[in-house]
Every structure is written in structure tokens, then in C-alpha cells.
């Protein structure tokens, strides 16, 4: 009853409260520019608008229409093995590497979807996306088996139990580290949405895009910002833990704020980086993540 | 080397080539040579007396004397001194020979002669069309005088744009259409680009979408002060520049001085515009790399400028202060205090950005070693202004043709070895502060006095070069009086004309991220270059459309189409 709950309550989160969350970053980012910024529901009226509008005819073969929605789908799906409050709502031994093939099916998507409109800049941008996944899912999946080492559990709520219980260990504060620096990627934020590159690439793999299949897009990006970031703080920043249930939640939600706004500033305090840059300094990230994977093993 | 060396060194080297010499004033030279004698006096001009070429400009005066003329103008930025080269040109063979093999940098200038006037440069390695548009017929070279201004040649049902075809490299990668309209340029202009993954291998380049033919409508319907108006209108952030230039070059060649005053309020706003238009390109560089929270603090530092310029001209842009022979609005003294009071905010938070800007590593990653120009490339192609400097070509027209109060003031000019990006920031950045320092200056020399110096009768046949250093760097105009109260010939060239040519030197091998900073590191001016007026020349009326009526035009224009 409760997983049921709490997967309806991830659920809401990410179709819902998503595009709010990014409400208040836009009010981060106009306040670091010294500007008035939109209103918090902004991104709900953009969503409307492109609902309302024409859809982008002509280029329409399968793979470009069904993109848009599998994306949505799959990060609404990676809702419900995301742990709120200790619990994952479809938790089952192995969660965790399910989880880290749900989440890479929403670029995928992205780059399918991008591929198949034919334009050469979708092309480019698809690129770069895939490029970036084999840097950055290693660091996902080192540092989730860091933590299942750590728990002696397959299972994400086991880890996370395991965790709350005892002090900040070594190899996951490394891990969590890691972990932070490839959400931003993850979620399209600078220095690292090469993919998109609006001033470069206009966009990449969603040049063509429009309307209806636009906004789903840009909403599975809004809910893949919670998503990750729940697992973010969750996983590797449990505490404090009271045992009732809506208070957890609570708190968990503060630090998905917390972390967010964190993640604004990084974005707003570098340019673009180039993909070899990107490439390199994400190396640098899955080594850093290696030597947290070591550290569980030797149980620190 | 004084302009009587040059002459002798010419008439010795080669003898009866020269065929007439003039030199109005100690700064400008007009020489006239025999047409096959134009290679070799260019070779030696260039590459002995390392000259650099403005501009080539051609001239219909088959109503006069029957004669075509073209000049290529050259400046000797150590000695002072421009030098204009003119060859005269059989209407009946319209063909001079090229100089392109020898000036890289006069590739566009002479296919821009062919369009206009029909004048063939033989030989030029390139000769595809560069201004007039795709539709334009084959055989109407608009700037011949037996062309009306207000022609309206008829429809054509094929177009050729004007591309090249691919090279040997080029023909198995892969063709990036960017533009004519992207989001990181502000103005129409068509890049295609070659590229290997993500690596550029080739580009090529249409522009001149927005040539609406200033230069005919000056020389058929305006009078010597409406052109001001409409050179200022040429550029949406210099427009001071060109009708200063505008004024400069008439003022030179009917010989008029203008009072020191005037002398000293065009120096101001001149450099007020160098100050909104630096701050202005290191927003939108720092925009095209994605860093937005540069972006918007530095246009919130350079929005008080616009405003100060709204204060002293009634206009944010576009001040209309120009006439020939000085300019129509002073500078008080209160407005004076407005203006120091102003720099000052404007200094201090500058230098916070600048400094900030300078010393974030993320930003060095992304421009230095990228879009680098060799100065041997600088020179070749003629690139002025900090794209020049940034090279460690030292020139700037404010030191090597002093104009105005430069003469009076004290300051140094930006130079930096780097050849990239990196180094035109920091060029760019330096001169923001330089010209906040040359307004204190100016405003501390301002002499009083009259604004307007009496202008008589302008006499024909006269020639001015006008230089003024912009902020993108030297804009040139070229007039030739005429009879009629108006200039018989006005040829304007903007600092990004030659820059522009630079551009794919700039790409090769670079990425595809590099593109548009690489685009935007010269600080493009499309309008410039394309010379565009938005105004209804013929008329001169302004007529304010309401939202139906437009309606109403754009469905009679859309049925006109359907019909079709």
C-alpha cells in the first residue's frame, strides 16, 4: 500500500511539479543576471502553449512521433524505482541497473527521435549525446554498484537502510560526488548541453521538433531533473531518516530544492564546453568514481 | 616615405606609367596610372611600401568624359598618408586587370565592381557574383548612370545563387546549411559548411541580402545633408561612425575645417559609441559560448550609455547630430558633469566584469587557439580594427590618420600577439577602457565655440577619403563630388568587409562549436557591409500601418501569390 502510494506521489512529482521546479531555476538564473525573471508557473504556460499549437507535419515518420513519447514514458516509469522517503516503489533485487537502463532510454529516445527528422544538425547534436552517455552512464553505474557493495543488497531501499543507519562513509561521499557532477550532464544543464546548443546547434535533436512532441520533450527533461536528483540525495545523501513517512518525503523534497538551485548556479557560472573538453573532463570523473567503487570494496 | 618619394620611386621604377598626381592635402595622394601599368605600381605598393588596401572603388563617368574609372585606394599607415590609384576604363571593354594573386584582400572589392558596373577584373581567381541578389539580371549593372534608380528589372524564373562548388576535399562531407537566419546571427547571411564530424573542412559564404543600393540613391536623389541621415542608418550600433566618415570625406575634399568644438563633440560621441558597442560584443560573445549571466550584466552596464545618448541627442541610436561641415546639437556643460558622472558607474563595473571575465579559466579554454589568424593572413586580406591588433598588425586610424581632437589627445592603442579569440577579447576590453579616458579627455580640452563652420557651394570633381576608426575597426568612405549638389559617386567600406573575408581562414579545422564565436569574434556588422537602408527614399514619408491594415496587405500580397 505504501509503494503504491509513494509510486503515485513520484509519479505526480514528475508529471506536476517538474516543470514548477523549473520555475524556480529560471528565478535563480534572472536573479544571477540581475533580472526580473519570468513567474514561477512559466514553464506551465510554455507547456500549454506548445500543446495548443500546430505539430510539425511533413518530416512525420514513426521513430520522430513515437520518440517524444517513449522519452516521457521512460522517465515516468524511472519515477516509480527512484526511492522517496527510503521507499522504491517497484523496488525488486537488481532495481538499481534497471533503473540505469530506464534512465539512458530517455536520451536514446532523444537521439532517435533527432536522427529520424533528417536534419543535419539534429545529426550532429545526436552525436554528441551519445558521445556523452558513454562517459557519463559508467559514472551512474560505478557509483549505484558502490553503493549496492556498501549495503550488501541489490536492492536500492536495502542500500539506502543500510546507509541512513551508519555514518557517512568515504567511498560514497567520492561516489556521491561523482554522481553530482554527472547529473549535470544527465540533465542538460551548461557547461554541458552540448546536445541542445541552442547557439550552436540550434538545439540539436530537437531543431525539428514542435508543439505537441516539443513539449514532451522538454517535459521529460523537466522530470528527468527530479528524478535524478531524488536518486542524488537519496542514495547518497540520506540523512536524517525519522521513520514517518510524509516528513521524510518532506525533507527529501528540500534537499531536491537545495540540490537544484546548486545545479543552476554551477550552470550559470561556465560557458559551453566542447565535446573533447567534455569528453576529458568526464574521464576524469569516471576515474574519481573507480577509486570510490575501490574504497567499498575495501569497505571504507 | 613622403608622398614625393613615392611618386619618384613610381616614376622610376616605372617609367610612363604615371600619368597624373595630386595631393590636396599632406594625408591623401590620387594618382592616376596607365591600366596595365595598375599590377606592378599595386605590387610595389603593397609589398615594398607595405601598403594595405582600403578599398577599390569604380565610377561611371561616361556623362562626363566617357569613361569608366576604377581606384584602388591604399593606406601607408606609418607614413600618413592614403593613396588612391586610379585607372581609366574603355565603356566599350570594360575589363581592368585583376589584382586579386596579388591582395588576397581585393577579392571582394573587385567582384563587387563587376556587379555594379560591369567591370571584369581579368583574371581573378574567383569570379562569382557577390552583391546583387540572386534574381538580379545578368547584364544591369545598377551603379552605370544610364541606370534609373528606381528601376525595377523584371522577374526571373531561375535563380543561381552565387556558390561555389565543392572542392576535392569538401566533396565527401557532409553540408551544413547555417543560416540566413540562426539563432547566433543577428542578421541574414548564409554560411555552408563543410564538415567531417564535428571538424569544419571548408566554407563558403553568401551575404549582401540586405543590399538595398544606398550608394544609387545618394547619387540620384539626396543632396549633400540628407546623406548624413542615411549613412548613419547604414549601421544599427556605429551609424555615428559612418556619417562622421560621410562628413569627414566631403568636408576634405571641398576643404572645409569645422569649428574645434564641433571637432570635439563628434570625438565624444564617437567614442560613447565605441564604449556601448564593446560592452554590447562582449555580451553577445559571451552569449554565443552560453554563458548568459555575462551576457546579461554586461548589457545592464551598457544600458545608462544608451541612455546618456538619449539624453544628449533625443536618441538612444541614431543621433542625427552629422552635417557637413559640423554638427547640429551641443554638449553643455551640464550634460558634460551627466556624461563623467555615468563613465564613472560605468568604469567601475566594468572593470569588475573585465576582471572577472579575464580570469575565469573556462572561458581561455573555449577562445584561446581558436579562430587564429596568422598576421601574415592579417595583412594579405587587409583586416583592420582589434581583429588586426589581436593579430599584432599595430594599426589603428586614430593614431595613423589622426582625424578630429585624436591629434590633442594622449592614449595608446590595444595590441596583443595571440592571433586568436582570446586576444580580441582582451583588445576589445582594453578599449572599452581607453575610450571612457579619451571622453574625460575631450570633455577636459572641449574648446567653446561655434558647431557649424559656413559651407558655400561644394565644387565638383572633387575627391575626400574619410577614416574613422569604429569599434569593429576603420571604416572608409569615398566621395567624389558632383554638380548637382550631391556626391556624383559615394562608396562606403565597413571594418567588417575585409574581416569577413578573413572568416575562412579563421574556420579551417576548427569544430563546429567554434563556429559561430568564430563568426561573432570579428564582431560582424552585416549591415554594414551590405550598406542597408530601411527608409523609402522616394517619398521620405513615414506611414504607420495598423494591425489590420497589415493584415489586410500581407492576405493581397499572399492572393497575388496564389493567383500567380
Known amino acids: ?300 | 616615405m613622403t608622398a614625393e618619394s613615392l611618386i619618384s620611386a613610381i616614376r622610376q621604377r616605372f617609367p610612363g606609367t604615371l600619368l597624373a598626381s595630386q595631393q590636396p592635402n599632406p594625408s591623401r595622394l590620387f594618382l592616376t596610372v596607365a591600366r596595365e601599368g595598375m599590377p606592378p605600381v599595386a605590387d610595389y605598393l603593397f609589398n615594398t611600401a607595405m601598403a594595405r588596401l582600403i578599398m577599390s572603388v569604380g565610377t561611371d563617368k561616361s556623362p562626363i568624359d566617357g569613361t569608366y574609372e576604377v581606384s584602388y585606394i591604399f593606406a601607408l599607415d606609418r607614413e600618413n598618408l592614403i593613396v588612391s590609384v586610379k585607372e581609366v576604363v574603355n565603356p566599350a571593354d570594360p575589363r581592368v586587370p585583376s589584382l586579386t594573386n596579388l591582395i588576397p584582400g581585393a577579392d571582394w572589392h573587385e567582384r563587387e565592381v563587376y556587379d555594379l558596373l560591369g567591370i571584369v577584373a581579368e583574371g581573378h581567381p574567383d569570379p562569382r557574383r557577390l552583391v546583387v541578389a540572386d534574381d538580379w539580371p545578368e547584364d544591369i549593372f545598377p551603379l552605370r548612370k544610364n541606370v534609373p534608380y528606381s528601376l525595377r528589372p523584371p522577374r526571373v524564373t531561375t535563380l543561381k545563387p552565387p556558390l561555389r562548388e565543392p572542392k576535392e576535399n569538401e566533396k565527401k562531407a557532409t553540408v551544413l546549411s547555417v543560416g540566413p537566419f540562426y539563432p547566433t546571427l543577428e542578421e541574414p547571411a548564409y554560411f555552408r559548411l563543410y564538415v567531417e564530424g564535428e571538424k569544419i573542412v571548408g566554407s563558403d559564404y553568401r551575404g549582401f541580402f540586405c543590399h538595398r543600393g544606398i550608394e544609387k540613391v545618394t547619387e540620384t536623389v539626396l543632396d549633400y545633408n540628407q546623406v548624413p541621415f542615411i549613412a548613419e542608418r547604414i549601421c544599427g550600433i556605429c551609424g555615428f561612425v559612418h556619417s562622421a566618415c560621410y562628413c569627414m570625406a566631403v568636408e576634405q575634399a571641398a576643404e572645409i575645417e569645422i569649428p574645434p568644438r564641433a571637432k570635439y563633440i563628434r570625438t565624444i560621441m564617437l567614442e560613447l559609441e565605441r564604449v556601448h558597442s564593446h560592452l554590447l560584443w562582449i555580451g553577445l560573445a559571451a552569449h554565443i559560448i552560453g554563458f548568459d549571466t555575462v551576457l546579461m550584466q554586461s548589457w545592464r552596464i551598457r544600458e545608462p550609455v544608451m541612455w546618456l545618448a538619449e539624453a544628449i541627442t533625443g536618441n538612444r541610436k541614431t543621433y542625427g547630430m552629422n552635417l557637413v561641415g559640423g554638427v547640429r546639437r551641443d554638449i553643455d556643460a551640464v550634460m558634460c558633469e551627466q556624461i563623467l558622472s555615468v563613465l564613472a558607474k560605468v568604469e567601475t563595473e566594468a572593470k569588475e566584469l573585465v576582471d572577472a571575465a579575464v580570469g575565469d579559466q573556462a572561458l581561455k579554454m573555449r577562445l584561446q587557439n581558436v579562430g587564429v589568424l596568422s598576421p601574415e593572413d592579417a595583412r594579405k586580406i587587409c583586416v583592420v580594427g582589434p581583429t588586426a591588433r589581436a593579430s599584432g598588425v599595430a594599426i589603428d586610424t586614430r593614431k595613423d590618420f589622426p582625424y578630429l581632437a585624436y591629434p590633442e589627445l594622449d592614449f595608446k592603442i590595444a595590441v596583443q600577439q595571440g592571433c586568436d579569440i582570446w586576444s580580441r577579447t582582451l583588445i576589445r576590453a582594453e578599449e572599452t577602457f581607453t575610450a571612457i579616458d579619451l571622453i574625460r579627455q575631450s570633455i577636459k580640452r572641449m574648446p567653446a565655440g561655434e558647431l557649424m563652420a559656413d559651407v558655400g557651394p561644394i565644387p565638383p570633381w572633387r575627391e575626400g577619403v574619410g577614416s574613422v576608426e569604429a569599434p569593429r575597426g576603420e571604416a572608409s568612405h569615398y566621395v567624389l563630388t558632383g554638380p548637382d549638389n550631391r556626391p556624383y559617386r559615394w562608396r562606403v567600406r565597413a571594418a567588417t568587409y575585409p574581416q569577413l573575408q578573413a572568416v575562412p581562414r579563421m574556420l579551417d579545422r576548427m569544430s563546429i562549436a567554434d563556429f559561430p564565436i568564430i563568426v561573432g569574434s570579428v564582431d560582424p556588422c552585416f549591415s554594414c557591409t551590405e550598406r542597408v537602408i530601411a527608409v523609402d527614399a522616394t517619398t521620405r514619408q513615414v506611414r504607420t500601418y495598423k494591425k489590420n491594415e497589415l493584415l489586410a496587405l500581407t492576405r493581397q500580397s499572399l492572393r497575388q501569390v496564389i493567383q500567380k
Open chain 1, 1 to 300: 500500500m505504501k509503494n503504491l502510494l509513494v509510486g503515485l506521489f513520484n509519479m505526480g512529482l514528475v508529471l506536476l511539479a517538474a516543470p514548477l521546479l523549473d520555475g524556480v531555476l529560471r528565478q535563480v538564473r534572472a536573479r544571477l543576471h540581475s533580472r526580473q525573471g519570468p513567474p514561477l508557473l512559466q514553464p506551465w504556460y510554455d507547456l500549454a502553449k506548445l500543446m495548443v499549437k500546430d505539430d510539425q507535419a511533413g518530416a512525420n515518420n514513426f521513430i520522430f512521433a513515437a520518440a517524444p513519447v517513449i522519452c516521457l514514458g521512460a522517465v515516468l516509469l524511472a519515477s516509480l524505482f527512484i526511492p522517496m522517503g527510503g521507499i522504491v516503489p517497484l523496488g525488486f533485487a537488481g532495481d538499481a541497473l534497471v533503473l540505469i537502463y530506464i534512465l539512458t532510454l530517455a536520451p536514446i529516445c532523444m537521439c532517435l527521435g533527432g536522427m529520424a527528422s533528417g536534419s543535419p544538425f539534429a545529426y550532429v547534436g545526436s552525436n554528441r549525446e551519445i558521445m556523452m552517455l558513454m562517459v557519463v552512464e559508467p559514472v551512474l553505474a560505478i557509483t549505484l554498484i558502490a553503493s549496492a557493495i556498501k549495503g550488501h543488497s541489490l536492492l536500492l531501499a536495502n542500500s539506502i537502510h543500510y546507509y541512513v543507519a551508519h555514518l557517512p562513509a568515504l567511498s560514497l561521499i567520492v561516489c556521491g560526488i561523482a554522481f553530482f557532477m554527472a547529473v549535470q550532464l544527465e540533465v542538460a544543464k551548461l557547461p554541458f548541453d552540448l546536445a541542445e546548443a541552442e547557439q550552436e546547434i540550434m538545439e540539436g535533436p530537437l531543431v525539428e521538433y514542435s508543439g505537441r512532441k516539443l513539449a514532451l520533450f522538454q517535459w521529460s527533461l523537466y522530470g528527468k531533473l527530479i528524478v535524478f536528483l531524488t536518486l542524488f540525495v537519496e542514495t547518497f545523501l540520506p540523512w536524517p531518516k525519522l521513520g514517518n513517512l510524509p516528513v521524510d518525503i518532506l525533507i527529501t523534497l528540500v534537499k531536491v530544492l537545495v540540490a537544484a538551485v546548486l545545479v543552476e548556479i554551477v550552470a550559470q557560472v561556465f560557458p559551453r564546453l566542447k565535446i573533447a573538453q567534455t569528453m576529458r573532463y568526464f574521464a576524469g570523473v569516471v576515474g574519481f568514481a573507480l577509486a570510490g567503487l575501490v574504497l567499498a570494496v575495501m569497505g571504507l
